[in-house]
């Protein structure tokens, strides 16, 4: 059995330590009030017991809590008492130095809490160590100057979870959409150099790559392109070749015809666009930002967004050929085709693409083999959304997410009272713990309905304060973003401020738990009829919360469906500290992803899918729901019907297949997940027993993003747990 350090590095279970501690406080009092033997051998038994159940690494803090109420269990209450007075007096010469701690044991990968906070990244590399340094410091900087204490507080008790702390000291943002069109057709400046409009299809496919790599690292989250913005280039290239084909055969002589230049021009557009897309892929892929990632960036596949003729046509050509480049992956060190994590890609389901007999058909079904081998491309209905996303002249409105499943309000720009949506972003994101106000109030349903309220109004001011913290920024803090056209066009030093009001950018109030809330206080899962109506009434109430916000501040306050990743680890600790190991609720190390059917829950795709539908409408700032599928590549007719499913029932929704390589004996297909004698989740090659993490490419879905770096336990535990929908 393995326990957290303090540091966050991982060391082993050692019950000498603890009872070397408790023999410490016992010695510290008179002998009438000592412990006997027997009743430290209790308390000892009691502990390791205690440790086991947990089915997971408790930390240092958690078992000595254990111990604290395990002394007091004997009613040795002075020696409790000096046990607490010596633990809290080690508390406070810790915390002069706590940051320093956690930055050392980053430094030396021995971090094991920090290795696994994010899926995408790899701790060992230097970039990465350098970011999570500026992070620990960042942390420390916002817990003791920029929160209020009870925010903080509630903050570490797992109450609320103030997200991204450890950008939170910079005045950066969350995730965007991208006006790449504005940045091609009107000129850029990347990195102090003016970059023109492209003229040709691979030139506007390598300056959106270095723009991409700029964005990223100029902001926190995750940005949308849409390849509606790069497609006009296309033309561009094809006029470029007509004229050099046409002067090739003058020169050599060569009778042409007109119909003859077309043909060559076409082949080289063709190869044209190969080209420019292999850029994207491999740009994105090996581009690293400077938080020691690749950019979280997302690509929009939407045919309708341009018109048609032409273009259309292009744009079509331009997706055919992502499909086509996505699901031959990209190369791992060995010279395997494996899973790539970016870009992840959106494909939109059209009335022009999702029938049999619809003019690209063709593509569905390059996606539909797409999603079945490589996880991408996730779906978006257009129908669905246009019935939810209704903007203020009361058009529907079709347009991607900010990252993986953020989405913007709809907005009528007002001075053109047309719509607008890229170059707005997100302002940031404050989550609430919906399972622990359920446990707070002991089932009782007039005082959840208080706390929710206490616990909003946490949420609200938290918000407020990221708000505020951008309030004032001035563009030059990121000239790509703020002054050269991926955000905005402002004059140096000009502030974002008229960006963060009236509907421009969104501030995220995220949720999570809505399964483990309904399990708690009405017995049942929220997908069973008598659970369904109290959690469509949580909703409810954190909707209308947002909107009593909005109206007060002018700022667009928007119900998010929280991504957790590592942050579900966190509550599902947290919970169980406050509450213990409750069945259904807080027995699991993971809590569910914002209204998701758990993933434990029996229920078919088409099922599932209608009945999320509901909480989607319900969670118009961010949301996305998935299937889990066995491997579907030979079973591509099913793919297509839950495609066609979504397309009339759900707005956006994923398929989760696997994608697994061992470079120790080559295996491709599941990598499993099991249990070691320290009774810790690891992952085994199913053909040789591999169990090293550095000789295997592992590829799941993580919360909207695949995630190739492996996950913390909660997180792994939550996966191994994923029950088939199809």
Known sequence: MKIIKRSGSEDVFDLGKI?????????????????????VTEILNNVEIACEN????????????????????QRAFNVARNYITYRYRRELIRKSNSTDEQILSLLECNNE??????SNKNPTVNSVQRDYMAGEVSKDITKRFLLDEDIVEAHELGLIHFHDADYFAQHMHNCCLVNLEDMLQNGTVISETMIDRPKSFSTACNIATQAIAQIASSQYGGQSISLSHLAPFVQVSREKFRRTVREELEETGVAWTEEMVNKIAELRVKEEINRGVQMIQYQVITLMTTNGQAPFVTVFMYLDEVPEGQLRDDLASVIEEVLHQRIQGVKNEKGVFITPAFPKLIYVLEEDNIHEDSKYWYLTKLAAECTAKRMVPDYISEKKMKELKVDKNGDGQCYTCMGCRSFLTPYVDPETNLPKYYGRFNQGVVTINLVDAACSSGGDEDKFWEILDERLELCHRALLIRHERLMGTPSDVAPILWQNGALARLKKGETIDSLLLNGYSTISLGYAGLCECTRYMKGVSHTDPAGTPFAIQVMKRLNSACAEWRAKHHIDFSLYGTPLESTTYKFAKCLQKRFGFLPGVTDKNYITNSYHVHVTEEINAFDKLKFESQFQELSPGGAISY????????????????MQYIYDNIMYAELNTKSDYCQECGYSGEIHIIEDKSKKLVWECPNCGNRDQNRMSVARRTCGYIGTQFWNQGRTQEIKERVLHL
């Open 19 to 39: 009872e070397a501690a408790i023999r410490k406080a016992n010695d510290s009092v008179i002998d009438y009030e000592k412990l006997s033997e027997a009743q």
């Open 54 to 73: 947990m089915k997971r690494s408790p930390s240092v803090e958690e078992i000595q809590d254990m111990v604290e109420n395990q002394i007091m269990n």
């Open 113 to 118: 809490e920090v290795k696994q906070e994010n």
């Open 627 to 642: 299937v889990e599928v066995p491997n579907m590549q030979n079973n591509l007719e099913a793919v297509l019907s839950v």
